[in-house]
């Protein structure tokens, strides 16, 4: 069954550095997604990203963040300059399109900023 | 601010009962909702979606949407202990297009005894 991949499953950095987030998203898929999931709190929406532009983003999704699709299949996100309140689960998801139907989410990759 | 709302639980419930999760949600222009389960450290997996009022049944869930009430519930038939993970309701604001921009609660944590 396709998937949705995510690198690294976990990550550990130092407050202030940079740091890249992986996904390769389900082949035939279009719209692509990051989400975010604080310990213990709510999964949330970072950014939608369609047409190699994003289409959509959250407040969260500030100046620090910025997200591409550098070759065809990989989707990044990269986190400029990492804050302790960055670290969270994050989640790549990919849709075949907006809706309806299912947005298939990654396994998540782990951020924890020290 | 779109909020949805959801008992954290836990909900506990004995083999073989009906589970019932239940989710309110406060913008009316909302237009798809959407159940995932969550494992504990694991990415969000679909369950249902449901876009018009009634009942949707799949095998042993059912999702119930009641727009006027602003209210969508998730029941769960023959619960198993397999079952046990914390339920989240989702909703967005498109029920097509463009965006799978889901807004999230913050689950309900369900225990299922054996």
């Known amino acids: 069954e396709p998937e949705v991949t995510q690198t690294p499953s976990h990550q550990v950095t130092q407050m202030g550095q940079e740091v890249i987030l992986r996904c390769v998203p389900i082949?035939?898929?279009?719209?692509f997604y990051w989400y975010r999931q604080i310990l213990g709190q709510k999964v949330e929406f970072l950014v939608s990203f369609y047409n190699n532009e994003i289409s959509e983003k959250s407040e969260i999704f500030d100046d620090q963040f910025s997200v591409e699709r550098p070759d065809g299949s990989n989707f990044t996100l990269k986190i400029r300059s990492t804050k302790l309140e960055d670290s969270a689960m994050y989640f790549c998801a990919s849709s075949v399109q907006g809706g309806p139907g299912e947005l298939f989410f990654g396994e998540g990759s782990r951020l924890t900023v020290l | 601010q779109k909020e949805v709302e959801q008992n954290s639980g836990p909900l506990s419930v004995p083999e073989g009962a009906i589970a019932s999760l239940n989710c309110t949600y406060s913008d009316r222009g909302s237009q798809s909702f959407f159940w995932y389960r969550q494992y504990s450290g694991k990415s969000p997996e679909l369950i249902m979606f449901?876009?018009?009022?009634g009942d949707k049944e799949d095998g042993r869930f059912t999702a119930q949407l009641n727009k006027a009430s602003q209210y969508v519930s998730l029941l769960i038939r023959d619960s198993q202990p397999s079952d046990s993970a914390t339920y989240l309701c989702a909703v967005n604001l498109n029920s097509g297009g463009s965006n799978y921009k889901l807004t999230f609660g913050k689950g309900t944590l369900l225990t299922v005894n054996p």
């Open positions: 082949s035939n898929h279009l719209y």
């Open positions: 449901i876009y018009s009022n």
